[in-house]
C-alpha cells in the first residue's frame, strides 16, 4: 500500500473514532436528561425537598464563615446575619477577584458592599476568586481551614444548592476532622411545595438536577 493511502485510511479512522465519541456523549446525554426527566415526575412536588433536604440552624460557632458564590443577596444576608450574631469571627466571600480601589477595597462587588452595609467589618471580610464552581469551593475551603490552622466551618447557599453542596462536602471533608455546617439563606422567591410557580425556583430545581447527574458522573 502506499504511503499516501495508508496516511489517508489512518485519517478515516480517526475520523470514525472521533464521530463515534461524539455520537457515544450525546447518547449519554440524552439518557441522563431522561434519567432526570424521569426522577423529576417521580418526585413531582416533592423536588423541592429533596434539593434542600431538611430546615437546618447552627449548632455552635466555627472558626471560619463561608457565604458561597453565585446566588441573590439572600446569601450575603444570611451570612451577615450569621457573623453580627457571633457565629463565627470572619467571613469568606468566594466568587469575588481580588481586584482593588486605592483604598484596598473591592471594586464594583454588591456582595462586599452589602456586607458592609450590615455592618460587618471589612477587616473581617476575606476574599477569593478562584473557585468557578461547587466542588473548587469545598477543595478551597479546605485549603484555607488546613493553612490556617481552622478545623470548623459554616458554610452559607441557598436552600435548593442543599443536595449537591452535601454531596460534594462529605467527599472533599471525608476523612478530615473538619467540622462542616450547610446553613440555608432564606431567599423570597424559594418555596419547598410550590418550587415550579416561581421562575426563578423553577429554573433553579431545573438546574441542580442537571448538575447532579454532571457531578455524580464526573466526580464520583
Known sequence: MKHEDRESQS??????SRSREVVGFKCIGWLGLLLLLT???ALGSKAGDFLALEPNAPRHGADLLVVLGGGWNARTAAGGALMLDGWAPRVLLTGIPK???NNGEPLDHPRYSDLLALGVSKELILLDGS???????????RDVLDENGWRSVLIVSDPPHFRRLQWVCRRVFGGSNIDY???ASRPNWWNPDLWWKNKTSAS???KEFVKLLYYYVKYA
Request: glycine share 6%; hydrophobic share 55%; proline share 0%.
Open 131 to 141: 473557585a468557578r464552581n461547587t466542588w473548587a469551593e469545598a477543595h478551597l475551603i
Open 39 to 41: 426522577l423529576g415526575l
Open 181 to 183: 455546617q450547610l446553613i
Open 99 to 101: 481586584t482593588r480601589n
Open 11 to 16: 485519517y478515516s479512522m480517526g475520523v470514525v
Open 204 to 206: 433553579f430545581v431545573f
